[in-house]
């Protein structure tokens, strides 16, 4: 299913919306005339069928309400990881301009293309659903070159030390982002979530009423309902990849401030 993320958002929620919306009137209509022909009494043939879409949906609300708010909670935690990456990016290479020449220049350089890799190669690689790697290789570029330098003087070496505490921060945020990728919902999760839509839904069938108007358009806002909670939860079940999305803004920002001041 990873081609729906490359839809854009407005036509990923027509597609959701019509998919469960062309499920339910084809249901209710296929459907509406055996259940009139099998129903003795309307209005106790209703509270039964009440009762059981009543149990359903309690049920499927919880189930959707607790996955919607973990997909939520990952979106915004991988969003601030990104931003603490960026900026610990910034302020190490801050940290570099204290180091005397031609070290300064070779870390300040290292850093900008580390985070060049990140705007125009992680980004890429992160919207397709890849784990990318250029940018892991500067880093490990960088990190061996720092870990080479000796500091001459003992305020340098304290310099020194706070910017090798400042790269394992970085390391860490770094690690967690590619790893961030992958913490999407399950398989199996999505065919639970995806059934229980399409059971609450088959359950409004088996309501009876005279008035085929109505019922078709009270199906059909539930189907709704269903499919637009089903297209928020897609969305932002992949932090990097789709319309509603975690990018490269934080990073830009950084870059422009590396090359302008």
């Known amino acids: 299913m990873d081609w729906i993320y490359s839809l854009p958002n407005w036509l990923f929620f027509i597609l959701c919306c019509g998919a469960t919306l062309l499920f339910s009137l084809v249901g209710l209509v296929w459907l509406r005339p055996w259940v009139k022909s099998h129903v003795a009494s309307y209005p106790e043939h209703n509270d039964l069928v009440s009762y059981f879409l009543g149990s359903s949906g309690v049920i499927y609300g919880i189930?959707?309400?607790?996955?919607?708010?973990?997909?939520?909670?990952?979106?915004?935690?991988?969003?601030?990881?990104?931003?603490?990456?960026a900026t610990i990016t910034a302020a190490l290479y801050q940290d570099m301009a204290t180091y005397p020449q031609p070290y300064r220049r070779l870390y300040q350089q290292e850093l900008k293309a580390y985070v060049r890799s990140v705007i125009h190669q992680d980004w890429p690689a992160h919207n397709r659903g890849e784990v990318p790697q250029e940018s892991s290789k500067i880093l490990r570029s960088f990190k061996n070159h720092l870990f080479d330098f000796i500091p001459p003087t003992p305020r340098l070496r304290v310099v020194h030390e706070q910017a090798i505490n400042q790269l394992n921060e970085l390391l860490i945020a770094h690690r967690l982002r590619l790893r961030g990728d992958q913490a999407n919902l399950p398989e199996l999760l999505w065919w639970v979530i995806i059934l229980g839509a399409l059971i609450n839904v088959a359950i409004s069938w088996f309501f009876v009423s005279d008035d085929i108007i109505h019922q078709i358009a009270l199906t059909a806002l539930i189907a709704l309902l269903l499919g637009s909670l089903l297209f928020l939860t897609a969305a932002m079940d992949n932090p990097f990849r789709g319309g509603f999305s975690v990018d490269a803004s934080a990073f830009e920002s950084v870059l422009y401030e590396m090359v302008n001041y």
């Open 63 to 85: 189930l959707l309400g607790l996955v919607a708010a973990g997909v939520w909670s990952n979106f915004q935690a991988l969003s601030g990881q990104v931003d603490g990456e």
